[in-house]
C-alpha cells in the first residue's frame, strides 16, 4: 500500500513560520511565502499538504484564511488542515476554504461532547484526530490538555474516529528522528495513523512506516531542504 507523505505549511500572521521553544518563529524558506513552498512541494510531487494555522492555535483566530485558500485552489493536491480546531464550526470554516481533510487538535480532546459532534457531523475521510504526546500523555501545546493515551485512544475509536495524527511533541520542528516507540504505542488502537515530529530523512519515513504509520507529516527537513522532498514522495508512491 502506498504511503503518504503530507510536507508542512506552518503559518503565522501570513508567513511561512516553524514552532521553536518560544512560540511560532517566522521563517526564511522560500522567502517566506507559504504560496511558494506549496508550490515547491507541488512541484516536487506532493499530491497532500499539511496547511497549520498557527495563529488560530496560538491566539485562538483564523488568522491566515486567504493564505489557506489560495494554497488549496493550486489544484494538484489536496490540503490537510491544521491549527488548533476545536469546533464543528472550525472544521467547516477550513471546509469552506477547499480543505479537503480537517484535522481536530489534541486540545479539543478534554470536551468528549465536542468530538463526538465533529466526528458525527464529518462525512467520510473529511476529519483527522490529533493526539499530540509528551512523556507519554497527551499534552496539547498551547492548552492546560493533559489526558491518560491508552484511555483517550480507546474513546476515539468507540466514537468513530477515523485516523489519528500522533505527534512527539518534544521532536516538533527538529531533525532529531521521529519516535517510533510512540508510532507503534498509538498504532495499537487500531486506526489508520499519521505520524509527525522530528522526521529528517528517507530512513525515518521507513521506521515510521514500519512501525504502523501510513502517512507522516514533514516539516522542518522539507522547509528547509535536509530532506529529499522529490525522492522521498517517489519512493511513497511505488
Not at 468513530?160 to 527538529?174: F, K, N, S
Request: net charge negative.
Amino acid at each position: 500500500m502506498p504511503f503518504t507523505v503530507l510536507p508542512a505549511i506552518d503559518l503565522w500572521e501570513g508567513r511561512l513560520a516553524l514552532l521553536t521553544p518560544d512560540g511560532p518563529a517566522p521563517s526564511d524558506a522560500f522567502g517566506g511565502d507559504p504560496l511558494a513552498a506549496a508550490d515547491a512541494y507541488v512541484a516536487a510531487g506532493a499530491r497532500w499538504l499539511h496547511a497549520v494555522d498557527m495563529d488560530l492555535a496560538f491566539r485562538g483566530e483564523l488568522a491566515n484564511a486567504d493564505a489557506i485558500r489560495t494554497i488549496c485552489a493550486i489544484g494538484e493536491a489536496r490540503v490537510q488542515a491544521s491549527g488548533g480546531v476545536r469546533t464543528a464550526a472550525e472544521v467547516a470554516e477550513f471546509r469552506a476554504l477547499g480543505a479537503a481533510r480537517v484535522v481536530v487538535a489534541s486540545a479539543a480532546l478534554d470536551d468528549e461532547d465536542a468530538v463526538l459532534e465533529i466526528v458525527g457531523g464529518s462525512r467520510p475521510g473529511e476529519t483527522v484526530v490529533g493526539i499530540e504526546v509528551s512523556d507519554g500523555r497527551i499534552r496539547a501545546r498551547g492548552s492546560d490538555v493533559d489526558l491518560e493515551l491508552a484511555s483517550t485512544l480507546g474513546w476515539l475509536r468507540a466514537a468513530g474516529a477515523e485516523a489519528l495524527l500522533v505527534t512527539a511533541v518534544d521532536r516538533v520542528a527538529t531533525v532529531a528522528g521521529p519516535d517510533t516507540a510512540l508510532v507503534r504505542r498509538v498504532a495499537r488502537a487500531g486506526l489508520p495513523l499519521l505520524a509527525a515530529g522530528g522526521i529528517r530523512s528517507l530512513a525515518d519515513l521507513t521506521a515510521v512506516r514500519a512501525a504502523g504509520a501510513s502517512a507522516a507529516v514533514v516539516g522542518r527537513s522539507a522547509l528547509e531542504g535536509s530532506l529529499d522532498l522529490a525522492a522521498a514522495l517517489a519512493w511513497s508512491a511505488a
